[in-house]
Structure formats: C-alpha cells, structure tokens
C-alpha cells in the first residue's frame, strides 16, 4: 500500500553561502521556512524538487522535507532536525537564529 | 618539529592552487555538485546542517605557536570566532563560505597546515599520544615515525581511492595507551624487543562506528627498516580484499572479521615479500632525517620553589595541578593540560582569544609548543615547574583553568544535531548538562577518573564505545533517544562497552547519568577504587538496579 503523501516543503543548502534556503511558490529562494512554499500534492512536490536541483548555481543537495501548515498557515517543521535547520545550533546564538 | 623543505611547499601551493581552480569552476557552473564533492572531501571542506565545515589537520597533534595563531585568525577572519579541537586531532571550523575556503588554505599553507586528506576514502590524518616525548613511559617519541607515515601516505598514488577511510594511529607507550590504538584500522605501539631494538607492534581492525572492533594484534614485532613495506602491504591487501559492494563492511575491521586474522597475515606476509625489496633503505634514511626535528628541547634546570610555594599556598591552583598536569620525564618540568572542557561549554571549542592565549603561554614558557589530545584538550608538552603558577595566572584570565582532566565534566563530544548532517541527536547540550550538573553538585573530585563520550548517531565519533560512560543520541521516531553503555576503554585494555537497556529521552538522560553514577559511589568497595575498576568488578547488573529503579520496584 502506498503510503499517504505528507505535506513538503523544497530545501537545500546555498552553493556560497551553505545556509539553508527553501523554495517559495514564485520559485525563488528564501532563508525563512515561514516563507517556503508548502506543496501538498505529490506530483508538485516532485516538479519543484527537479527545479530545484536543475539550479546547481544555487542549490547543493535540494531534498524535499516534512512541514505542516502552522497556526498563521505558514510552513512549519514535524522533525527536530528541520527545527535546528531553520534555528541554528543550540550551544551558540549563531546561524538563523541571530539573523532573523 | 618537522619543518616543510622546498618540496614540501611546492606539493601543498599546488594542490591549494589546484582546489583554488576547482572551486572557480565549480561556481562558474562547469563543474556540477557531484563532479565537485569528491574533491572539496579530498581538501577536508564539508557541507553540514547550517554551512560549510573546514576540517584543518593537526597532524599527530602538534602544533608550534605560530600555527595556534594562525588557526585563531582562521577563527576570527573566516569563521564566528572560534573552532573546535576534534577527537582525531583536527580543527573544524563551522562557518566558513565556500568563496573564502582556498584563501583559508592558503593562509594555512603559510605555517605548513593543510586539509588534506581530512575526509575521504584515503589515508587520514595520523595520530599520536599527546604527551609525545615528553612523557616518562614511552620507549620512543611516537612523531616521527606519524609524519614519516604522513608522507608515505599523503597522495600515495595506490591509496587515493581506498574502499572506505583509513585512519592510523601511533603510541611509544604499550601500558599507557593515550591514543585509542586499539580503535584504529591500524595501530602502531612502538616496543622494544629482548635484544633491545626498537620496532613496532602493530595492531589491525580496530574500530569504532555502527560495528565496534577491538583491533587484533597482526604482528608482534616489525623491525623499523620494514615499517613503510609492511604498512604498504596491510592496505594493499585491504584494498583489494576490501568489500566495495557495502559502505557499511568495507573497513578493514569487517574484512578482518570476515577472512579471520590469520588469512590477513598470511596475505600481508606474502605481499609484504614481494614488495619489501622496493624499499631500498629510502625511508629509514628519511625517518633518521625526521627524527632530527624532533629532539627534545633543551631543558633548563632552575629551582622549583616557585610551585612548590605557591602549591601549599593556593588551594585552587592546588587543585589544578592536581587534574591538570602529568609527569614529565624531566623531574623538574611538568606535562600541561589546558582543559577545554569548562563546565556549560561545548567540549573542544577555543575562542581566537583563547587560541592565542595559548599559543603566547608556549611561547614564553612551553619551548613553543602545543599540543592537541583526542580527548579535545589542549597541551603544553615541556613546561618548567617553576613557571606554572605564572601559567595558571594567565589561563583563568582566559576562563581556561578548569581543574578537571580525567574527571566527569572532561567529556568527548561529537558536534552532534546541532552541526553535523548525519547526526540523529543532539550530543553537545548533553554534555554541557551533564557537566553543570556534577559541578552543582560538588561531587566530580570525589567521584574521580571517569571518562564520559558521546555521540550524536552509530557512527561515533564522539567514541561512545569506549567511554567509561558511552552515550549514544538516536532518533526514535521522531525524538531524541540516549542510549547508555558502560564498562568501555580507550587503553591498551580496550573494550567496547555493554548497552544498559531502554534508552533516555532528551530530559531524562542527565537524571539516569546521575543515577549511573550515584549506583557506582554506593558500589565501589572505597574511594581508591574508579568507575571502570568497580564495573570490571561487579559488572552491569548491580547498575542496572540503580539505572532502572521502577523496572526494580516492579520486579519486587
Ligand atoms: C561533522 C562532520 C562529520 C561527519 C560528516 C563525520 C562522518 C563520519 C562517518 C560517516 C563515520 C563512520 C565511518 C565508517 O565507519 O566507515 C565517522 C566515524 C568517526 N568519525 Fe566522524 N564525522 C564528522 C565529524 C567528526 C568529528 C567532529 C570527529 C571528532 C570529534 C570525528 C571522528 C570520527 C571518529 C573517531 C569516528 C569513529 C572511529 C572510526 O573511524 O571507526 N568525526 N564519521
Ligand atoms: S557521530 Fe554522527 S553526529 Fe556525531 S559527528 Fe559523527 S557523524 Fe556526526
């Protein structure tokens, strides 16, 4: 049995920079997971995947993670790894978290 | 220490030149990710959670002054200020953008530093006991025999392409192992033999990872003439034999395993004969020009009194020449270890400040040198007892004289979650709970020797196996899961150590290491007797009760 397709969100890391980025619904790239693209269809999901990946100027390793549509219908992440991806690590105030 | 000659210096501008190139073409769109990653693994960059990570050598884990300064610049101009001191003897740094990468190099070139061979499916950074050639027990200084097999192995034209890594290790102290050699691919102790000549034992399969290994003794006595050859015919042999078809059994831990020990040597042996007369003396040569980098500074005799004064007088300094220095060979110099293990800090980590500190207290009285321990502590190797209360002055207006080497709060910890790809659970606030919590406590000098490793996923490089205490971070779905052993040991007496049970939530693995070791304070027979002496004594079950009380209240 096929296993019920979860909602995605499209991320990967910046060529330059190695910061997270997530695909918005322009096709653009964001820094903000509040600002990414939530894909709920499975086939969509797949399609921004490969355009993702085509833009090998920007995106290292682009990969479709887990979200789910928060309280203000944002993205939001399921997993504690996307949670520390949009955060920052834990032991500094660097990364994200001191960017925002 | 080994300072670079003319080809040297030609070989590292060329490779930094080289990547240089790769890393334009990479970002003018002519070389794609997966033509590219290959060769920034080969040049130590990594791609991690929130960036890039530079991964510097630190070759058998010596460092001169003017290196330490170079790697706080590093720190401060390319990265947030600070790196981290691994357990294999590299620094990483967390931060860097690719752009800046063979600038970084470059600037590492300058005081024969190099990325080299920090990751990939080569032969890795070389490692060493810290207290190298300064310690009282080892039958010789382990170094120069590390950098002769540093440029045997660096770009060694049959070793590029390896089935998996393959990383070696060298001790000059058989009864006090200080560098994990028995969890090592290779593993060299240098010994003496009845006629008195110095040669070499070497170890074979060890390893640590998702299958832990104790390594098996391959030969017992290697004359130095046919060290490069033997070495050249162990990983010749593994690279053929080696699995290529399985990542997860290509070390040479599960060939060893999978053909028997006897198989191997009688391989390596026939290999060994075949390409031994290759070696025409080039390398015995070459160890003999080595050594000569690496002879001892010339110790000064000068009064003690100054330490001697200043131990009866101060009970803090008291303390920290109690955990923190080592018997040197020279009765009247002392072995430093500066602890990067200050309770609430992430284990390893140096600011450029600190980086510098140190560098400067070597320089005015360490003979200029450093050193970096795999337990992610930083060394001055030869320091005149009568400059320690100078030293220790110095180190607390740096926060670094924290008095607990060997001690609870002296913890390994890998990067974890909170940097590292592959993690499946946070390893640093772990450790830096733990090691607040026994400071609160007021126990850690009365519980004594206990060696706590943790690891964010199997594949350990935080050594879980082989702590007194492991602790393994897992994601059980979806949350953090600790699971504890207990009973390893990184010596010469290595084990792996025995899982406890169930595994621990996040909030609930700083309570059961507390239990763990209230268990072992009700347990040991008296205060003489350390953690690993009572495990090996009662075993797991006693611990068991104190770790899993409900499990015994209901069995009652
Ligand atoms: C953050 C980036 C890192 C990555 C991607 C990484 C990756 C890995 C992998 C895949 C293994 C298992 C290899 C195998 O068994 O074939 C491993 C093992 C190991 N790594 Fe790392 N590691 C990282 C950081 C570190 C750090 C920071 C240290 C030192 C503190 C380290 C030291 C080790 C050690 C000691 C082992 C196990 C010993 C063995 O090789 O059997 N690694 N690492
Ligand atoms: S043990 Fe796992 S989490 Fe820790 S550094 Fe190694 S690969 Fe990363």
Known sequence: MARAFTPKVVTANHLLEGDVIYMTASGDWTRELRDAELLTDEADADLRLLEAQQQTAVTVGAY????????????????????????????????????? | MYQYNDFDSAFLAERNRQFRAQVGRRIDGSLTEDEFRPLRLMNGLYLQLHAYMLRVAIPYGTLSSAQMDKLALLAEKWDKGYGHFTTRQNIQYNWPKLNDVPDMLDALAEVNLHAIQT???????VTADHFAGASADEVADPRPVAELIRQWSTDHPEFQALPRKFKIAVSGARDNDRAVIMAHDIGLYIVENDAGEVGYQLVVGGGLGRTPMIGKVLKDFIRQDDLLAYLEATVSVWNLLGRRDNKYKARIKITVHEHGIEEIRRRVEDRFALIRPTFGGFDVALLKEIEAFFANPEFTSAPVDAYTAAYDADPLFRSWADANLSAHKNDDYAIVTISLKKHGETPGDASAAQM???????????????????????ILPHVHKSHLPAIY?????????????????DIIACPGMDYCALATARSIPVA??????????????????????????????????????????????????????????????AAIGQRVGPGFAYD????????????????????NETFIETFNRVGLAPFKAYIYPEAQANAA
């Open chain 1, 64 to 100: 479709l993670a887990d979200a789910k549509s928060g309280p203000d219908g944002r993205p939001e992440p399921t997993h504690f790894r996307e949670e520390f991806r949009r955060t920052g690590p834990s032991n500094y105030f660097h990364g994200k978290q001191a960017e925002a």
């Open chain 2, 393 to 409: 002055a110095a180190l607390k207006e740096q926060d670094l004289h924290t008095a607990n080497i060997g001690l609870i709060s």
């Open chain 2, 508 to 527: 609930e693995i700083v309570p059961a290491i507390e239990r763990t070791v209230r268990g072992y304070l009700d347990l040991r027979e008296d205060e």
């Open chain 2, 432 to 493: 830096q709970q733990i090691a607040t919590r026994f400071d609160e406590l007021k126990l850690e000098h009365d519980i004594g020797h206990l060696q706590i490793k943790i690891s964010g996923c199997i594949n350990a490089c935080g050594h879980h196996h082989v702590g007194h205490i492991g602790i393994l971070g897992l994601d059980r779905a979806g949350v953090e899961n600790y699971q504890i052993t207990l009973g390893g040991d990184a010596t010469n007496t």
């Open chain 2, 356 to 378: 510098r500190a140190m560098a400067e207290l070597a320089r005015q009285y360490g003979h200029d040198e450093l050193r970096i321990s795999h337990e992610q502590n930083v």
């Open chain 2, 119 to 125: 990751s990939g499916n080569t032969i890795r950074n």
